[in-house]
T-cell receptor
């Protein structure tokens, strides 16, 4: 069964304290792994797509990496405005319609 | 350019009542999706559409119906609401081809069924 598990569920950091969020997946053929950011009361906002092991993407203080079993979202020197829930999703190889399987998310709080 | 717009934003229903949630996108996307988001469960796909006039079941379709009569609109219906359908509902849309992987989401509809 295709599955996505994110850890930790919640993470509290001090401003400037770097850390990583984990997304482990089990999927029958991976057509893509996606990271989204979700602010309270809003819909998810697309961050990155990764397609193959070894691939990396960066955007400001965020860097996403991919292996054959997991993805990491590295946050370098976070700021309070980085506080949000980060969602990981995979598109299985069996999906020809863009269907995604989402993890439960990691809620990040960055304190000043 | 509004992107994906969902109406209404909030709704309270009594058990057994019916309602329709509207999703509209102005990006000329082929694919549209309806998800529900519950605490600890993540986003789960209810129904989706790969083009005007087509619909298909997702992971949790029971108790819901959908229609895509126009390319830009995707409607989600609850015929007889139940407390288990209390949730936040999100609509998303995407292009076809490899770009179809990037889904753009609306702001959500918060539904309570009493």
């Amino acid at each position: 069964e295709d599955q996505v598990t994110q850890s930790p569920e919640a993470l509290r950091l001090q401003e400037g304290e770097s850390s990583s969020l984990n997304c482990s997946y089990t999927v029958s053929g991976l057509r893509g792994l996606f990271w989204y950011r979700q602010d309270p009361g809003k819909g998810p906002e697309f961050l990155f797509t990764l397609y193959s092991a070894g691939e990396e993407k960066e955007k400001e203080r965020l860097k996403a990496t991919l292996t054959k079993k997991e993805s990491f979202l590295h946050i370098t020197a976070p700021k309070p405005e980085d506080s949000a829930t980060y969602l990981c999703a995979v598109r299985p190889g069996t999906s020809n319609t863009g269907k995604l399987i989402f993890g439960q998310g990691t809620t990040l709080q960055v304190k000043p | 350019n509004a992107g994906v717009t969902q109406t209404p934003k909030f709704r309270v229903l009594k058990t057994g009542q019916s309602m329709t949630l509207l999703c509209a996108q102005d990006m000329n996307h082929e694919y549209m999706y309806w998800y529900r988001q519950d605490p600890g469960m993540g986003l789960r796909l209810i129904h989706y559409s790969v083009g005007e006039g087509t619909t298909a079941k997702g992971e949790v379709p029971d108790g819901y119906n959908v229609s895509r009569l126009k390319k830009q609109n995707f409607l989600l219906g609850l015929e007889s609401a139940a407390p288990s359908q209390t949730s936040v509902y999100f609509c998303a849309s995407s292009y076809g081809g490899r770009a179809k992987n990037i889904q753009y989401f609306g702001a959500g509809t918060r539904l309570s069924v009493l």
